[in-house]
């Protein structure tokens, strides 16, 4: 299984953009999926998160900014970022926990996207 993020870029304080994520690979079940970021000179935080059953989450900092969805027949979680501010700049990856066959058993997984550049300034 492989994620595969994309649709970062640089964008004016008070711009938006949106994150795609896509999940490839031998796919039982999609659990959750979610987002994470590392700032420059910061530990990786978590953004926000989506359940299969559709619940959200955000961290406290984006919350009324930014919106998770999904597209179950894409296998693909997008965040929605506005009003972005220069402290949203940092590589944003895309998380998500699957269930996979192993043997004759189905285990969750957790597998993490390569990263994508989100840098806010003017």
């Known amino acids: 299984v492989q994620l595969q993020a994309s649709g970062g870029g640089l964008v004016q304080p008070g711009g938006s953009l949106r994150l795609s994520c896509v999940a490839r690979?031998?796919?039982?079940?999609?659990?959750?999926m979610g987002w994470y970021r590392r700032a420059p000179g910061e530990q990786r935080e978590f953004v926000a998160t989506?359940?299969?059953?559709?619940?959200?989450n955000y961290t406290d900092s984006v919350k009324g900014r930014f919106t998770i969805s999904t597209d179950n027949a894409k296998k693909t979680v997008y965040l929605q970022m506005n009003s972005l501010k220069p402290e949203d700049t940092a590589v944003y990856y895309c998380n998500a926990e699957i269930s996979v066959l192993q043997g004759f058993t189905i285990v969750p997984r957790t597998y993490w996207g390569q990263g994508t550049q989100v840098t806010v300034s003017s």
């Open positions: 690979g031998s796919i039982f079940k999609i659990n959750a």
């Open positions: 989506i359940s299969s059953g559709g619940d959200t």
